[in-house]
């Protein structure tokens, strides 16, 4: 476990935590107007690799080299300048830092840290961290690298789980969940909607597909799986055989067909590792998915019978909620659709460059 400490003065600024993988939906931007949860667990942090945050340059003037040099094989907006290794935290792990007022910025409803870090160490005044909390954004702090350090504290980790553990633990991510517009009282709204988490996980994955079709039909399991797949992929590429088929695999299924094109397997969500099949399906391509969301692909939750009238019969008792009803097609998120593709070589093939470059020509927004 690690502390994370001001560079400047050694004050601490966080609860003791212990690293996990980065969530897919970090970056994510969920609708509009919408208040979003925690992005991270209690006690957790996640590192982004990547540069992130400001200052900003768009893409004109970036050179293309330099661009490839960080992993980005085609055209996005800008991209940021700043350092790499930007640490996230939930808000309520952070310790002895304050709010800059000067810095709040003048975002839709809340703070997006568009100003740079808006936190700064209570010990010598320093900033340290952005505090995120406007609509659709995921609540978090992301601590500055340039101004944090990390110490181990006493108490090691137990580890990470195996993946045994993992599949006895059972954690899956419910495909649906309420989401509120900002500022409504708790429980005020009762539409549930597609989950944020499963959008930019769809997404993620959708990018990945797309690789692993090398321009071909691609087909993917029946029932959950294909509810979120299967119409983007038939919009998205051509019809008509040879279709390449995907399969669900992973710790604790059936060793996957040999004859299976792609694995729709998932990644350990402490480590990040995506799960590796050994022999026969090896060479097939493995599309990540969070774990959270391939368990509740694999094992869906029940769907639990209802009465077909409203009306409960004289003397019955229950004590179970009523089950969610949503009725929008799934829609995988297309920022994090975007931000993948970018970042996958194969975009740099003229197929996908015109699904990334002319979205309307192959229905994309109908899909996304």
Do not use: K
């Amino acid at each position: 476990m690690f502390v994370f400490v001001c560079a400047g003065c050694g004050a601490e600024l966080t609860a003791p935590l212990s690293q996990v993988a980065l969530p897919v939906h970090a970056h994510q931007q969920y609708g509009n107007g919408l208040q979003l949860p925690v992005l991270m667990e209690s006690g957790t942090f996640a590192v982004e690799p990547e540069p992130w945050g400001p200052p900003w340059r768009r893409w004109e003037e970036v050179d293309p080299d330099e661009a490839v040099a960080r992993g980005i094989h085609a055209p996005v907006h800008a991209l940021s300048d700043g350092a790499p290794g930007a640490v996230v935290i939930a808000p309520g792990d952070t310790r002895g830092a304050v709010l800059i007022p000067e810095r709040l910025g003048n975002a839709c409803c809340g703070l997006n840290g568009a100003d740079g870090p808006n936190m700064a160490c209570e010990a010598c005044g320093v900033p340290v961290a952005s505090r995120i909390d406007d609509c659709s954004l995921w609540q978090a702090v992301w601590l500055a690298p340039d101004a944090v350090h990390r110490l181990p504290v006493d108490g090691a980790d137990a580890g990470p789980l195996s993946w045994a553990e993992l599949m006895a633990e059972g954690r899956g991510v419910s495909p649906f969940e309420p989401i509120a517009p900002w500022g409504s009282a708790a429980g005020a709204s009762d539409r549930w909607s597609w989950s944020p988490q499963w959008e930019a996980a769809a997404g993620h994955a959708l990018a990945h597909l797309l690789v692993a079709s090398e321009g071909s039909a691609v087909t993917v399991p029946d029932g959950p799986t294909a509810e979120v797949f299967q119409r983007a992929l038939d919009a998205l590429l051509p019809e008509g055989p040879p279709a390449r088929r995907a399969v669900l695999a992973g710790p604790g299924l059936p060793a996957p067909d040999a004859d299976a094109d792609i694995l729709l397997v998932p990644v350990h969500p402490q480590t990040g590792e995506v799960w590796a099949p050994a022999g026969p399906a090896a060479p097939a391509y493995p599309v990540p998915l969070p774990f959270g969301v391939w368990f509740r692909l694999v094992f869906p939750e029940p769907r639990l019978p209802v009465p077909a009238s409203a009306l409960v019969p004289e003397g019955a008792l229950r004590d179970d909620p009523p089950l969610p009803r949503v009725h929008d097609p799934f829609r995988a998120d297309p920022g994090v659709f975007r931000r993948t593709l970018v970042r996958l070589p194969a975009v740099r093939s003229p197929w996908l460059r015109e699904i990334l470059e002319n979205p309307a020509r192959r229905t994309y927004g109908v899909h996304f």
